[in-house]
């Protein structure tokens, strides 16, 4: 890219394109992905601020009937959205929301920390299969390193969550494969391949760049949620 004028334009890399930057390695020979890390400001809405990649009109293709149930999701949030009243957010939004999180590896596991009300993620890197326990609020995550970026595999949500405050929402067929990708020393892109067939027309993709949080007092701070 440089050799050919283009690097400011190189510098972006497609949807899921492995990124220029190569990480350290951590105490399991792992990509190291720790630290605090949080979305420049929270997503409050998917279809705004270019964070939907596919498809290109920056749209979630939702069926017909869905996209009225989204519309009345919003006309009714200070109620529905179960976030206000002190309910785990789901996925992606524990992530996107605007509440730093920390990230922890082993060779076994990878721990996700919100400072959002003691809420936390655990994805098993064991080979472990998924368990057979639907309706969660987080999903059960399995994942694997493929480069340097982590992937996963998530299932068995329940349908109460919504993906952002703006009432878009999935039911319990909702399938998320994210890949956590870190982009430079304080940076790491969070892409999600999104899959419900009960709710949208096809498969869709968001990216979320997230900063580092670094410093002295970089740190997870209590947060108490009160309904």
């Given at each position: 890219c440089a050799a050919a004028g283009l690097a400011v334009l190189c510098a972006a890399p497609a949807f899921g394109q492995k990124q220029a930057f190569t990480p350290s390695k951590g105490w399991y020979s792992q990509p190291d992905l720790q630290g605090i890390w949080m979305p420049a400001k929270p997503v409050d809405n998917l279809e705004k601020g270019g964070y939907i990649k596919d498809p290109s009109n920056g749209k979630i293709p939702y069926v017909a009937s869905a996209k009225a149930k989204r519309?009345?999701?919003?006309?009714?949030?200070?109620?529905?959205d179960l976030v206000n009243r002190c309910y785990m957010p789901g996925l992606p939004r524990l992530m996107t929301m605007g509440y730093p999180f920390q990230i922890f590896e082993t060779d076994k596991?990878?721990?996700i920390v919100s400072e959002y009300s003691h809420t936390y993620r655990m994805i098993y890197l064991d080979g472990s299969p998924h368990i057979d326990f639907p309706g969660l609020w987080n999903g059960d995550s399995r994942a694997k390193w493929e480069g340097d970026s982590l992937v996963t595999d998530v299932i068995n949500f329940n349908d109460q969550t919504w993906l952002d405050k703006s009432g878009n929402y999935?039911?319990?067929k909702?399938?998320?494969t994210e890949r956590f990708t870190r982009t430079g020393p304080t940076s790491?892109?969070?892409e999600v391949t999104i899959s419900d067939?009960?709710?949208?027309?096809k498969d869709w993709k968001i990216a979320v760049p997230m900063t580092q949080k670094t410093g002295p007092t970089a740190r997870i701070m209590e947060h108490?949620?009160?309904d």
């Open positions: 519309d009345q999701n919003l006309k009714n949030a200070k109620t529905a596991y990878v721990a999935h039911s319990d909702l399938h998320l790491l892109l969070y067939p009960a709710t949208f027309t108490e949620c009160q």
